[in-house]
């Protein structure tokens, strides 16, 4: 059996997915420092209403994911995604150094409209890294296949457990390095 390095979060769409994400990364900061790079996504609301997806990197790169104003070939709902952004930003940022923590929010629809980017997550899912990310619920066949790797863990976050996910993920990051 394959040491389960890659720890995942699914869920309901406002969950808090990204919110544990964005917890465990501030906790890789805390000493000892565990490096990391790679990407989160955050809703962008006008007056309230959504109006697209960022993706932000940890290094402090962002562009859209997909808005409503982006014209493209690829859509899912009323966004318009942004396969450019997803190639020039979120895969640069998953390249998988040294002994860092992977970042990854998320393998869902949008990002996958991007076989750039389905092969950029395999290198990361298959290196000897940590990878801490967010996976869609459902999915098509590629999706389907990374829940089902011997190498992979995945954990719902729900009300009831999205404020304990963060230490809990941060002492299984401690117990692989």
């Known amino acids: 059996m394959k040491k389960r390095k890659n720890i995942f979060l699914s869920g309901a769409p406002s969950s808090g997915k990204t919110t544990v ?3 465990v990364v501030a906790g890789l900061n ?3 420092n565990r490096p990391a790079n790679g990407f989160y996504t955050e809703e962008e609301r006008t007056e309230g209403k959504r109006t697209g997806f960022t993706i932000n990197t940890l290094d402090g790169k962002k562009g859209y994911l997909a808005h409503k104003d982006i014209r493209s070939a690829f859509r899912v709902g009323s966004y318009g995604v942004s396969i450019e952004n997803i190639e ?14 992977i970042t990854l929010d998320e393998i869902g ?6 076989g750039v980017f389905k ?7 298959d290196s000897p890294n940590i ?3 967010t996976i869609t619920r459902g999915g098509d066949d ?14 719902e976050v729900t009300v009831k457990n999205r404020d304990l996910l963060p230490d809990l993920i941060l ?7």
């Open 142 to 155: 590629f999706i389907k296949s990374i829940k089902s790797r011997g190498d992979i863990e995945i954990h």
């Open 88 to 101: 020039s930003i979120a895969v640069p940022s998953i390249t998988p150094r040294n002994n860092h923590v």
């Open 171 to 177: 002492k299984k990051v401690a117990g692989l390095l």
């Open 119 to 125: 092969d950029a997550a395999l290198k990361a899912l």
């Open 109 to 114: 629809k949008m990002e996958c409209f991007s």
């Open 131 to 133: 990878v801490i990310g």
């Open 30 to 32: 805390i000493p000892p």
């Open 21 to 23: 994400i964005k917890k």
